[in-house]
Every structure is written in C-alpha cells, then in structure tokens.
C-alpha cells in the first residue's frame, strides 16, 4: 500500500530526536492531533493494521466466502475480543468505489461481538458517504479504520437506515468527526425516548461491556421527514445518491439508499438474505406495500445490497423469499385470530417446514408469530 503524504508527516513528527522534556512532548503531541483532526476530521482509530481488507489475509479458521455477490455460503467469523480499534474488519469491494461489510449470520454473541448486520461505503472524489455503523462503537471505530486503509477521502456522510443495534450502535464515533452530515429517519427520535433502547443496550453492555464502552443514542443533523417513499438527494463528488423514507416496515422509520449511477440499491431490512425475516417492529403489512414499491420503482437496478446475507443480482430472489414468508406468516395469523385460536396456541402450533433449515428460524419464527397475531387481533377488533 503507498506511503500516504499524511503518514510521511506524520513519521516525520515521530522521529523528532527533541523530545527530551515534557513540555515539548506535549507540544509535538498536540500537533500530531491537530494533523490528524485536519486531514481526517477527527482524532482517529489510528489505521495500522490493514491486512483485513484483503481476502487473501482472511485467518484460516474463519469461514468467509470468496465474494460477496450471489453466494450461497454464509460468513462464520470471530472477531477478537482484544484487538486494537485501528485494526480493519474485512470488508469486500462490490465496485472500484463501493466496499461492502458482509455480516455472520447470528444472534448477538460473543463471537461475531455486534458483527452480525451488513454495512458499507461509497468512495467519492470528495469524500466518503457511509451506510450503517455496525453494532457497538468498538466496531464503529474498526469500520472507521477499515475506511482510512482504504482511503484518505474525509467522512462526509453517515446514513443509518434504520434504528436497530446491528446497524446502528456503531454510530458513537462517528458523532466525533468535524463536519458530517448524519441522515437518519426521524423515528430515530422516538426510538432514543423508548424503554427499547433502555433494555437493548443494557442486554448489549450484559454481553459486551468493552466493546460498547462510549456508546451514544444515535442523534442526527438531518433526520429525513419526507413522505413515505420520497427521497433525500446527496451529490458528492460524481456520485448522486437518494436517500428514501420506506416507512415504519421493520422498526421505528426504515431507509433506503440508492446510488442512482451504479445502480446499486441498499435495501436494509425490507428484505432478509440467506436467513430468516425478524418481526418485531414496524408493521407487516407495510413490509409488503414497501415491497411491491420497490420492486416497481427500481426496474433497472443491477444489485441489492440488503442488511443482512450477502448481495443480490437480478432477479433479486430474497424479496420474493421474504414476502412468501411474511404473506403466510399473516395469513395463518389471520386464519388463526378468526376462528378463536389463543395467541398461545397459535404460536406454538406454526410451522413452516420448509423454512426449518433457514437459519435463524427456531429464533425468529415465534417471535414473528407472537408479533402478527397481536396485529391481526387488533385489526380484527378495529374493525368489528
């Protein structure tokens, strides 16, 4: 990797022989914070190990796929519970400008420590634009990192798409950096007021009470109150990106971005890739209008990039995958409430055999039972 202009100063800085008194220490130091304040816009994760942004170094006993575009393997790594924050995570480029941050497949845990979402940047003449943070500012700061060993662009945009702790809790770091804009849907600040987040960081500080040391409820300089499926334009550098209001499908306000010259189409959570659908938040029957909408604004979309499972090619099979479930699971749900099922029994008694092997279904698939019935029921009273 070429020796970056701002790196040469800066061994320039380090190899001072005058460092023989502590006022001058402290002098030097100051400078060498200032530079970095200067060149990257904010105190950094020092980016000083770089391997992991090349596959080729990827450790033997992690599981990783070759590329990130229509595969069928799914990720299975480790992440060091004591590595540096400069360290990079392994990240994936789906074109010359756009990298790609491919999630394991799992519930929170101490292996995959919040690595459990997708995320990604966008590298442009004039800066960088970032989707999604991960989930803990440990990891925020290593995807901070992982940009620096890619690039000396400043960090100019941070879009969150959605108020979940696997695509946001990462975003503490990025609250330090002079002059970004941060775009998030304005459901984020209802989410910050919830007794959900309250019990969603106290589990993750349970778990992982390094790794979320310095975390920070989201906050946002734009927070995007367009209509549903209206958009936000960001023009930076050649690249054109529409940042779009989905709704409340899957949380407290859900996002969309579009990179209108790639034709690449971040999709978040409206659809599930090599996993199992999680419904716990949001509305189903606002996963499907949200679908259907999609599928007929970005007729000429040429890859998907969903937040979780790997990145889709045309036909992009994971949205007709992910409404068969959610179209059956309201259906059951709804056959269920009419003839006077229990939501007890109801949930005890779905299946979807063919799902059984998807994985993540023994974790989700009751819990997306118990969360439909609930808006079945009160649909039907609504309207009794």
């Known amino acids: 990797m070429p020796v970056r202009p701002q790196h040469r100063l800066l061994a320039m800085l380090n190899n001072q022989k005058a460092l023989t008194d502590w006022r001058h220490f402290f002098h030097i130091a100051f400078i060498r914070i200032s530079l970095w304040t200067l060149l990257f816009g904010a105190v950094p994760a020092f980016a000083d190990d770089c391997r ?55 519930t929170l845990n101490e292996n995959n420590r919040g690595f459990n979402a997708n995320a990604g940047f966008i590298v442009t003449e004039e800066g960088v634009i970032v989707i999604d943070t991960l989930g803990t500012p440990k990891l925020g700061k290593r995807l901070i990192s992982t940009i620096r060993c890619v690039t000396d662009k400043p960090i100019k945009y941070l879009v969150v798409t959605h108020n979940h702790p696997d695509h946001a809790y990462g975003a503490a770091p990025f609250l330090d950096i ?62 054109v990106i529409d940042v779009y209001n989905t709704g409340r499908h899957h949380s407290y306000g859900d996002l969309v971005v579009h990179q209108v010259n790639q034709k ?52 992009f099979p994971m949205v007709a995958k992910t409404r068969e479930y959610v179209t059956r ?56």
């Open 52 to 106: 992991l942004t090349d596959s080729k170094n990827f450790p033997a006993a992690w599981k990783l796929p070759a590329k990130a575009i229509d595969v069928t393997s799914i990720p299975d790594m480790q992440i060091e519970a004591d590595a540096p924050d400069s360290r990079a995570l392994p990240v994936y480029p789906l074109t010359d400008n756009t990298w790609f941050f491919f999630g394991n497949i799992s």
């Open 178 to 239: 002079q002059g970004i804009n941060i775009i998030a849907h304005a459901g984020t600040v209802d989410y910050n007021h919830s007794s959900t987040l309250e019990s969603s960081v106290e589990y993750r500080r349970d778990i992982l009470p390094n790794d979320m040391t310095g975390f920070k409820p989201l906050t946002a300089k734009s927070y995007l109150r367009v209509e549903p499926f209206k958009k936000q334009r960001i023009t930076l550098g050649k690249e």
């Open 264 to 315: 690449i189409l971040w999709i978040s959570d409206l659809a599930f890739n090599q996993r199992t659908t999680y419904m716990g938040d949001g509305h189903s029957a606002q996963i499907l209008a949200a679908q259907d909408w999609l599928l007929k604004t970005f007729n000429d979309i040429k890859l998907m990039v969903p937040g979780h499972g790997s990145a889709q090619t045309a036909p």
């Open 329 to 384: 699971m309201r259906g059951a749900m709804k056959e269920a409430v009419e003839n006077g099922v229990s939501m007890l029994d109801a949930v005890q008694d779905v299946e979807f055999e063919d799902w059984r092997d998807i994985p993540l279904y023994e974790e989700n698939q009751r819990a997306n039972a118990n969360f439909v019935y609930r808006e079945m029921e009160k649909a039907f009273f609504d309207n009794f």
